[in-house]
């Protein structure tokens, strides 16, 4: 499949008019592949409010709080927590 040339590639451009060069595009290898994955999760606007409330309370992010809740999750079945690896630290008051 042929790669699409960007917009500018199509804009009219006036007589006379030098268009500025496009920088370069990264080279592959320097792009880090990302290894998680992502997971929708629908919730009622109660419960949405509520964690953001208590992620405004303790200073973090609801997403912070929700992979807390999936290691709490693990921690429960017996599993090692592992989901809290790589995450940065939760900023207390």
Avoid: C, N, Y
Wanted: positive net charge; charged residues 30%.
């Amino acid at each position: 499949m042929a790669k699409r040339g960007a917009l500018t590639d199509f804009a009219a451009t006036k007589p006379g008019v030098i268009a500025a060069p496009r920088p370069p595009e990264p080279a592959i290898e320097s792009k880090k592949l990302d290894t998680r994955r992502g997971q929708t999760l629908r919730l009622s606007v109660a419960v949405w409010r509520q964690l953001k409330l208590i992620a405004m309370d303790e200073d973090t992010s609801v997403h912070q709080i929700l992979v807390e809740a999936v290691d709490d999750a693990f921690r429960k079945r017996g599993k090692p927590t592992i989901a809290m690896d790589g995450q940065p630290e939760r900023r207390r008051p």
